[in-house]
């Protein structure tokens, strides 16, 4: 079986103004070495999917149900104790704002030093040297001072490479990047993005990407995952998602993307009206309220749910139009007009 | 670093002076719009029985009849540089500080504060070690079990602990564990031993007091630890160190714990501070012959130079807890800066 | 001298548990039963036992007792003290020309030599007093004492404002050269005017005025000898050179003193003294309440202050037979009153100032005191009944039930011209809840005729000398009535009343305790009582001033004091003192 | 934080942003604020409680002649009869009985109840009296500091230094202590209450100071505060229309949370002997009389339960309204 294989995960909190469905019914599978962006709104359930898999979505209050299956073993089920110690080890977490994300009061050096510590019996010492090595690794200059700054003193990207250094200290088999990139300039999106690139490789390690931004993942990802409400609304190949898209969100997702590889068109698409609440998800389709070609489901969109429905070769559409109409749209509506410029 | 530490400590001058002026105007100024004359104050100086131009040259003597700029100058002086006193058979100097000569007792104040200092530290020390033990550990667990019956409870408890007055609970105390009391858990105060010269009697007499007072400023620590933690443990870097796999232990002491403990060491050394100013109501309730009873007592008795004394040495304390906090601040949270 | 005997514990009294003009006593269960007895002598415990006899008499030496100080000493300085209990101790390490015999009740009015050999030689018609030194006295270190140490003892005591809580008599009654400051400001100026020293065991008194009973001044701890290399004035009291048996071991000023046994005391010079224990500790400043129970636990002996248990012990002791059979109720030679001021209208009328006599509530005022044993017995007049002179007599009879007679109050109220009543102020000491009460007491029973006071306490460091003691305040203030209290310095009716109702001490700087009576008739006759050598014709004289004040209702007396004393569980020869109405401290051993 | 959180705890932080955020002028603002409180201040039962008690006391206070009366009682009425000559004890213990609910007094045997009603009114009064003192004063300071900022806030900033260094307690009994009983004019009990008012808020203001400072700075930065200024709005006007309409939560807040302070405060001053005179009952009074009669304990322990639970009240009301007006300080 696949390394990471996620079975129907539902993540849901119930709260004084009702349940709220973070996650429902959420599958994928995703190999060792590969990249899976996880893409979506604010609120679409992207970033509970992750803390999920780690089992840090806030425990006594959610709801969890489903299978989780990493290398052969079963999350959802196991002891808080045990999913802990693969915490780090075998699995760990980039963090979207580094600076919330570090604790102010410890070196950058300490905080790398506690996580090797946790997994690796070894002395102070040694684990600084590691930390050191770790920091040079993600390409912080000088790594044998830095490692004794605080993160307030790094810049964000800095504070971001420090942050991958930390995550992949124990070397992890899966690494989840949440946002990974938001918090930081253009410019050094891109470094960040090399950068992790390159350490996948290196490490061999399956990889997550988190992100609202397409074009983050553009390059990056094997696979693509786009979430709406807490479902998987399309799931496909790189390819799949940017050559062949066939969800209206998703069209929405390109058509509200910025791509470096294009000159910036004046005629971006933005989705109209704001993310779906959790609590009260609209009746039939979730995304049937903004939907620009809802009326021609002719109403069903509104009454039942869609099903996720195998389009060719892997690629999942959750959508009551037909796959040719779908079709037809993107490449007669959708496509022409995000590439004229 | 350095030069915050000066601009500090000229800061603190600064204040001790502008207290100093504020208690000298309180206590020489508001009598003389209350009426008092120069010599009215002099006649405290040489007893009931002196006669009209005793007083009089007694005034002229203690330079009561100067104006008041020259009384607070000469006050000072004396705080600096020391004064010279007429004892009787001679004249005797009043080395720095020299707050000046009690009226009742004709002795120099100074030594008086020396003496009842170790009463207000043993107070206040012995008094902060239980509260900071009790009010952070309740604080912690009320924040992790928020919403359990102990949380609620504690929450309740602290709560009551801060709204009743300590001269209540001090009283109480004293008529529940000690007064007629077969087994007389303490000494009800008056009495201090020296923890030198016996800490077995030093802490039996003090731990009720301790008790009392510890339990009000528990109960404000266990509230203040229990917002604090709620804050830190929703911080993004918990979730990080959850996310390292670190045990949970660890995850709340070593990261929560520190996170929120920095605001409370400020209000800590303020509340310390204040203490050893004086713990005036407690030891007044159990008539503990500190700095806070020695205030009170010559407040009544009109005794100025006590007064000015120990609210100059009170607020000395509270200034030098605010320095001290700071540089403290600087040392735990790397993110403030110096200079 | 009262101002100071009744500041026991008063400082802070509103704070600490303390109570001013009430204090400790010391307790006991069931002497009988304990040792140490002496054989045959009858030690069953009764309540007043001590009164009339000497309570477990003993001869048994050695053991410490503990005395306790709700409040702090005045000073321990001779030249400085002026509590009643102060001078009751200061026997045990100071020796005074004369001193009262440490005997049972009456026996302990009675005056008798120390230093000196005999009583004093009264000469030019009492003007001149010789008294005679005995041999082989030593002060602590070994020098001998001389008639010259005690001058100096005297003329340093004269510097008020080194020892400003001290009393005047030696100032005002001996015939000091003009101008003269005391023993610092004036040292090269000859007092031999005043003070003789023939040779070194003769000292010669020189009065301005004839006084019959300067003997009661010889007595005064002034009198106790100071060696005037070792004297540091103000801060003499730190270390006291001892003529006595004890001397001062350790003395922290504001926390306490111990005392041990002073070697270069000669018991074969001092009949008066048997020196029981081996020494003494006193810590003062000692919460009151607890001094009480302590006593009554029995692991303290004495409260020093010797003015009687607090109200909550009160409320232990009287009901419980067995701790009642073990306490005595004294009555002082203290008398609390409220001063009429004249001065303040309409006070200035005599019949406003009776129809305060006649609307009081004698009964209310009783208990505001402290009620029938801890307060004391309803006065009448001034004279306290133990102070020869004292006569039963009362001008204003307040009804049967003693709670007032209200129609005579308005008939008074009527003649003054005020049919409707009038309003004044009542001052009392801010830190007495005693007085406090007392006055609130008055504040309800003239009201009920239409007198309405108004409280104003005032702290009592200052009471005197610059509130209701100073006329200009009180007049301009409306301080028509004045809380006010007086202890006999001594037995007798000048030491009681000339403080208080002579006019003359009154002076616009205030202090004066004496804060209403002023009638030239009165002044008169002190003076004829002051020359008057036969004690009964003198007596009688007392007798008429009293009844002379309370017809012009100067004065309106409230109670004579009673204190309830719990008896030591530990200490031997427990008898009440007169002179001092609390337990004799010279006396007292340990069991 | 992830959806979930934000919808927890959520409502909470959102709503009022939001409105904050969208509403250039207060009046929306201020409502629907209110509303949200109202909302979560229902929910919150035992901050309701609080508030209940509050107002009972206050009607207490305010009719205190009327209940006392409605027992026939005088709260400086003696009642000598009652009363034990020997221990001055009352002579059934505690007087207990159907007209002195309470008991009474030793000694003098006043009604303990009815002092304990005339005892909320110094209480209460002085409390919300010097409150108000410290809210004007720090509300007044605070916003200049905060708004203006520069020397002036330095300034400011720095008196409130020198405030908090001053050893209070001391410096008040001192100055209740050595104002004598007519002064300004003023005599009794209204000099009393007046200097009491004047000393405790007086000191306390920096507390308030402190808060309002900071919040200003806060709120200075905000949109509807540039677009006031940008319309060319003076530095008055934007402090009295923009600033302060803004600032009525945590103003109410800590007002609310000072009260009991104060009624403390007030307390300890009576209990030291520097309070309002008697025989004018105060609850502080009423105590540091009790202390001599410890063994008489009915004596202390209705004054100190008057104490206790009125300070109870308005802290139990002050959380919840904190808590439901200002959710990020929990």
């Known amino acids: 079986m696949s390394f990471l294989e996620l079975k129907d995960l539902r993540i849901h909190f119930p709260t004084d103004d009702g349940l709220v469905k973070s996650v429902d019914g959420l599958s994928f599978t995703l190999e060792r070495g590969k990249t899976l962006g996880i893409v979506g709104e604010s609120g679409s359930g992207k970033s509970v999917t992750s803390l999920g898999i780690l089992g840090l979505h806030k425990g006594g209050r959610a709801r969890i149900s489903g299978e989780i299956w990493l290398d052969g073993e079963e999350l959802v089920g196991a002891s808080l104790e045990h999913v802990r110690t693969l915490r780090g080890k075998k699995m760990a977490m980039i963090f979207q704002d580094p600076l919330s994300a570090m604790h102010p009061f410890y070196t950058v050096g300490d905080q790398i030093i506690e996580a090797y510590r946790i997994h690796n019996d070894v002395s102070k010492k040694v684990a600084r040297k590691h930390a050191i090595d770790m920091l040079g690794r993600v390409g912080i200059p000088q790594p044998d001072r830095r490692v004794d700054s605080y993160p307030h003193e790094f810049s964000g990207g800095m504070r971001q490479r420090a942050m991958i250094a930390m995550a992949l200290s124990c070397d992890p088999e899966l690494l989840i990047a949440d946002e990974p990139t938001t918090a930081l300039d253009v410019t050094v999106q891109a470094q960040i993005l090399d950068l992790m690139r390159d350490l996948q490789r290196d490490f061999n390690a399956a990889l997550i990407i988190i992100t609202h931004d397409l074009g983050v993942v553009a390059e990056l990802s094997d696979d693509i995952l786009v979430m709406y409400g807490g479902k998987c609304i399309e799931y496909g190949t790189s390819e799949d998602i940017f050559e062949r898209p066939e969800h209206p969100y998703t069209w929405g997702l390109l058509g509200s993307m910025p791509r470096l590889d294009r000159e910036p068109t004046e005629r971006l698409m933005p989705i109209k009206g704001s993310p779906p609440s959790l609590i009260n998800v609209p009746s039939g389709c979730a995304f049937h309220p903004r939907c620009v070609f809802e009326e021609r489901t002719g109403g069903r969109a509104k009454a039942e749910v869609p099903e996720l429905l195998e389009t060719e070769g892997g690629h999942l559409v959750r959508c009551h139009l037909p796959r040719e109409r779908r079709r037809a749209i993107w490449e007669n509506e959708i496509k022409p007009n995000l590439e004229a410029s | 670093m350095v030069t915050y530490i000066i601009r500090r400590l000229i800061w603190a001058v600064v204040m001790l002076t502008i207290v100093s002026i504020a208690t000298f105007a309180i206590f020489f100024l508001v009598p003389r719009l209350a009426g008092a004359t120069s010599e009215s104050l002099a006649a405290r100086y040489v007893g009931r029985t002196a006669s009209a131009e005793q007083v009089k040259i007694a005034a002229e003597k203690l330079g009561f009849n100067d104006p008041l700029v020259v009384q607070y100058g000469r006050f000072a002086k004396g705080i600096v540089a020391g004064a010279d006193y007429d004892y009787g058979p001679g004249v005797e100097h009043c080395p720095a500080p020299c707050f000046g000569y009690s009226f009742l007792t004709r002795l120099p104040v100074w030594p008086d504060l020396l003496n009842r200092l170790p009463v207000t530290i043993s107070l206040a020390i012995g008094a902060a070690v239980i509260w900071v033990i009790a009010g952070v550990a309740t604080g912690v667990l009320s924040a992790l079990k928020r919403g359990s019956l102990f949380d609620r409870a504690a929450m309740g408890v602290a709560l009551a602990g801060v709204s009743l007055p300590i001269f209540f609970t001090g009283i109480v105390s004293l008529v529940v564990f000690s007064y007629g009391n077969p087994f007389r858990i303490t000494a009800p105060g008056g009495s201090f031993t020296p923890f030198e010269e016996n800490p077995a009697m030093w802490a039996y007499n003090l731990i009720l007091p301790w008790i009392t007072l510890a339990f009000l400023y528990a109960a404000g620590y266990a509230r203040l630890t229990r917002a604090g933690m709620l804050e830190t443990m929703n911080e993004d870097y918990i979730r990080t160190a959850r996310a390292k796999g670190l045990n949970e232990r660890a995850v709340v002491v070593k990261h929560g714990l520190r996170g929120a403990l920095t605001p409370i060491l400020t209000i800590f050394g303020l509340d310390l501070g204040l203490l050893l100013g004086g713990a005036v109501l407690t030891e007044s309730t159990y008539s503990l012959p500190g700095m806070g009873k020695y205030a009170i007592d010559a407040i009544l008795a009109q005794d100025l130079p006590k007064v000015m004394g120990v609210t100059l040495v009170a607020a000395f304390f509270v200034v030098f807890a605010n320095l001290i906090v700071d540089l403290l601040y600087a040392v735990v949270d790397p993110r403030v800066r110096l200079g | 001298m009262l101002r100071r005997r009744l500041g026991v514990a008063a400082t802070g009294a509103v704070l600490a548990l303390a109570v001013a ?114 041999q082989g006295i030593k002060f602590e270190d070994g020098t001998p004492v001389t008639s010259k140490d005690v001058k100096y003892a005297v003329e340093r005591s004269f510097d008020k404002e080194v020892f400003p809580d001290g009393y005047t008599y030696f100032n005002d009654f001996l015939a000091w050269p003009k101008d003269y400051k005391g023993a610092y400001k004036s040292k090269d100026v000859n007092t031999d005017s005043a003070i003789e020293t023939p040779d070194d065991s003769t000292i010669v008194f020189h009065l301005k005025q004839p006084l019959s009973n300067f003997d009661y001044f010889a007595q005064l701890p002034a009198t106790i000898p100071v060696p005037k290399d070792k004297d540091t004035g103000a801060k003499y009291k730190e270390h006291i050179i001892s003529t006595g048996p004890y001397k001062f071991e350790k003395n922290e000023i504001g926390k306490g003193f111990t005392l041990v046994r002073n070697d270069q005391w000669d018991p074969a010079t001092d009949p008066n003294r048997k020196a029981l224990p081996d020494g003494y500790e006193v810590s003062t400043n000692v919460n009151a309440d607890d001094i009480d129970n302590r006593i009554i636990a029995g692991d303290l002996d004495v409260d020093v202050a010797g003015i009687g248990v607090q109200s909550a012990a009160l409320g232990r002791v009287l009901p419980d037979p067995a701790m009642k059979a073990n306490s005595d109720n004294p009555t002082s030679t203290r008398l609390w009153y409220t001063s009429i001021n004249g001065n303040v209208p309409p006070l200035d009328n005599i019949d406003c100032r009776k129809a305060v006599q006649y609307a009081t509530d004698k009964v209310a005022l009783q208990t505001a005191w402290g009620g029938e044993f801890s307060g004391g017995q309803i006065a009448t007049s001034l004279l306290p009944p133990a102070i020869p002179g004292h006569e039963d007599f009362n001008l204003y009879p307040p009804g049967a039930d003693n709670k007032g007679d209200l129609t005579k109050a308005k008939e008074a109220l009527t003649a003054c011209g005020q049919p409707n009543g009038f309003e004044t102020n009542i001052s009392y000491r801010a830190e007495r809840p005693k007085e406090k009460q007392a006055a609130e007491a008055l504040q309800q029973s003239l009201g009920r005729v239409g007198i309405k006071l108004t409280l104003k306490p005032f702290p009592q460091a200052d009471y005197f000398a610059l509130y209701a003691g100073k006329p200009g305040y009180a007049k301009d203030n409306k301080i028509g009535l004045a809380m006010n209290g007086w202890m006999s310095d001594w037995p007798d009716g000048f030491g009681f009343l000339q403080q208080i109702v002579d006019s003359r001490v009154i002076r616009d700087t205030g202090g004066s305790s004496n804060i209403s009576v002023r009638d030239p008739e009165v002044d008169k006759l002190i003076d004829q009582a002051m020359k008057e050598t036969d004690t009964n014709a003198r007596n009688a004289i007392w007798t008429q001033i009293d009844k002379k004040v309370m017809e012009d209702s100067f004065i309106l007396p409230n109670v004579w004091t009673k204190t309830l004393l719990v008896r030591s569980k530990n200490a031997t020869n427990i008898f009440v003192n007169e002179a001092y109405g609390m337990y004799d401290y010279l006396g007292m051993g340990v069991k | 934080m992830t959806a979930p959180m934000d919808v927890t705890g959520g409502d909470a932080q959102a709503t009022p942003e939001a409105v904050v955020d969208a509403s250039g002028g207060k009046a929306i603002q201020g409502r629907s604020l209110g509303q949200i409180a109202w909302m979560r201040l229902k929910r919150d039962k035992v901050a309701l409680a609080g508030g209940l008690i509050v107002i009972f006391l206050i009607l207490v206070a305010v009719f205190a002649p009327v209940i006392a009366g409605a027992f026939g009682q005088d709260p400086t009425q003696f009642n000598s009869d009652l009363i034990d000559s020997s221990t001055m004890a009352p002579k059934t213990g505690t007087g207990i009985s159907a007209d002195h609910l309470f008991g009474i007094e030793p000694v003098n045997g006043r009604d303990i109840f009815s002092r304990v009603v005339y005892g909320a009114r110094i209480s209460l009064l002085i409390a919300f009296l010097a409150t108000l003192l410290s809210v004007v004063i720090g509300t007044l300071l605070g916003v200049t500091a905060g708004y203006f900022g520069g020397l002036v806030d330095s300034i400011i900033s720095k008196t409130m230094d020198v405030f908090l260094a001053f050893p209070i307690l001391v410096f008040a009994i001192a100055l209740a202590g050595i104002v004598p009983d007519s002064a300004f004019g003023l005599t009794g009990d209204t000099l009393r209450v007046s200097l009491l008012v004047f000393i405790i808020g007086f000191f306390n203001w920096p507390y308030i100071g402190r808060i309002i400072r900071g919040q200003t700075l806060s709120l200075r930065e905000r949109e509807f505060v540039d677009a006031a200024r940008s319309l060319g709005a003076r530095g008055p006007y934007i402090i009295f229309r923009e600033l302060l309409p803004n600032l009525v ?29 008697p025989p004018t009952p105060t609850w502080g009074g009423m105590l540091s009389d009790a202390v001599r009669f410890y063994t008489i304990p009915h004596f202390m322990f209705f004054p100190g339960m008057a104490i206790f639970i009125t300070v109870l009240a308005f802290n139990l009301f002050g959380d919840g309204l904190r808590d439901a007006l200002d959710p990020k300080a929990r």
Do not use: H
């Open chain 3, 21 to 134: 003009a009430c204090g400790g006593g010391s307790g006991s269960s069931a002497p009988s039963s304990s040792g140490g007895a002496a054989a045959g002598s009858d030690t069953k415990s009764e309540f007043n036992a001590a009164l009339t006899q000497v309570v477990n008499p003993s001869d048994k030496k050695g053991g410490i007792l503990k005395f306790a100080n709700g409040g702090d000493w005045d000073s321990l300085d001779p030249g400085d003290t002026y509590y009643g209990y102060s001078w009751n101790f200061i026997r045990l390490y100071g020796r005074s020309l004369l001193m009262f015999k440490s005997g049972v009740g009456k026996e302990g009015n009675q005056l008798v030599p120390d230093l000196a050999e005999d009583m004093g030689k009264p000469s030019d018609d009492a003007k001149t007093w010789t008294y005679k030194l005995k």
């Open chain 4, 249 to 277: 939560a945590p103003i109410l807040v800590y007002a609310t949370l000072l009260i009991p302070t104060n009624v403390l405060f007030e307390a300890a001053l009576s209990f030291l002997g520097v309070g309002v005179r």
